[in-house]
């Protein structure tokens, strides 16, 4: 018999320390961390990358790899460039993509934090190639970030989640919309907790939910504010497949948390903040892309069968969760 994953076995390291960084970039760049990714038709794995410049801005780059491991052959320069000319909320650059495959349309569309002088606001970007983008601009007013798309419609209408920050908190919420353009109907998803927990301080997406059988799959990170600094840790919840703003399952712990040197020590250090994931061909083997510490890429396996099970036999409802409160 198998004995029961704890939280601290559902993620397995890649035993190589960082996939990417900026001392093998084929350009000058200070830092690369926080990719989105997906699986292209031919089995290539993509990687949008932030990557922050000596100034202190951040683009986005792609770096692709049959095995999503190693040998990456990265852009030679940006992939996608802030464009405050046409778009003055990318003035001081645009950040932490997330990218999904919209089979309805036949491309992916990037979720990705366009930061301008009101703040970081959620913009989206669609493409076939990721070498031309059709910019749709910001949909979500600042001070919000964190979003990602489902990668189809729910009850008529496209989703996106997303992380507002109000005098209430910074909570996951998610949007409906006809066209991916006007955006309504807002209702909460998950809050941070409140008190000691892990995820009290904020909460917020990681990599754009996973479509299972029992509900979406939900990778987040939470927020712990110590004395020494911020905590940034993953946790996993369950979503309804046809009403998404209902939280199934919560778990309590985190499964995946700063540990090793490069998560430790960084521009920010005692981070690890996941915007992307893929599925294998399997359909169970995940691959969980994050950046350690502001400063460099990792990777994580796991599997979806998993991870579900995990949450089975340790998570609850959110309203059942000691700390967390009803959504609303």
Same mark, same amino acid.
């Given at each position: 018999m198998t004995a029961p994953r704890s939280a601290k076995s559902l993620f397995a390291r890649h035993g190589k320390g960082p996939l990417l960084a900026a001392d093998r970039w084929p350009y000058p760049a200070h830092s690369v961390f926080n990719p989105g990714a997906v699986r292209l038709r031919d089995g290539t794995t993509l990687l949008l990358c932030r990557v922050e410049d000596?100034?202190?801005l951040s683009h986005l780059t792609a770096a692709?790899?049959?095995?999503?491991?190693d040998r990456w052959a990265v852009d030679p320069e940006p992939t996608l460039a802030s464009d405050p000319l046409h778009h003055p909320e990318e003035l001081w650059g645009i950040e932490d993509p997330r990218a999904t495959f919209i089979p309805e349309l036949g491309r992916c569309a990037v979720a990705y934090t366009a930061y301008g002088r009101?703040? !970081?606001?959620v913009s989206l970007a669609l493409t076939e190639d990721f070498r031309s983008f059709e910019r749709l601009g910001l949909v979500q007013l600042p001070d919000n970030k964190d979003a990602a798309l489902l990668p189809r419609r729910v009850d008529g209408a496209f989703v996106l989640l997303h992380r507002p920050v109000s005098l @209430?908190? $910074?909570h996951i919420w998610l949007s409906h919309s006809p066209d991916l353009r006007h955006w309504g109907r807002p209702r909460q998803v998950l809050r941070a907790r409140l008190g000691g927990w892990w @995820? $009290?301080?904020?909460?917020g997406l990681g990599p754009p939910p996973i479509e299972t059988p029992q509900g979406w799959l939900v990778i987040y990170h939470g927020v712990r504010r110590t004395v020494s600094g911020c905590i940034y840790r993953v946790g996993l919840a369950l979503l309804a497949l046809e009403d998404p703003a209902r939280c199934l399952l919560r778990g309590d712990s985190w499964v995946f948390g700063p540990e090793t040197a490069d998560e430790q020590v960084g521009d920010v250090g005692q981070v690890t903040f996941p915007c992307g994931a893929t599925v294998a061909d399997d359909g169970d083997t995940l691959h969980l892309y994050y950046g350690a $510490?502001?400063?460099t890429v990792g990777l994580a396996t796991g599997s979806v069968r998993?991870?579900?099970e995990w949450l089975e036999r340790n998570?609850? !409802?959110p309203e059942m969760g000691t700390g967390s409160g009803p959504a609303t």
């Open positions: 000596h100034r202190g692709r790899s049959r095995n999503g491991i009101s703040g !970081p606001g @209430d908190g $910074a @995820d $009290a301080g904020r909460i $510490a502001d400063t998993e991870c579900l998570g609850q !409802p």
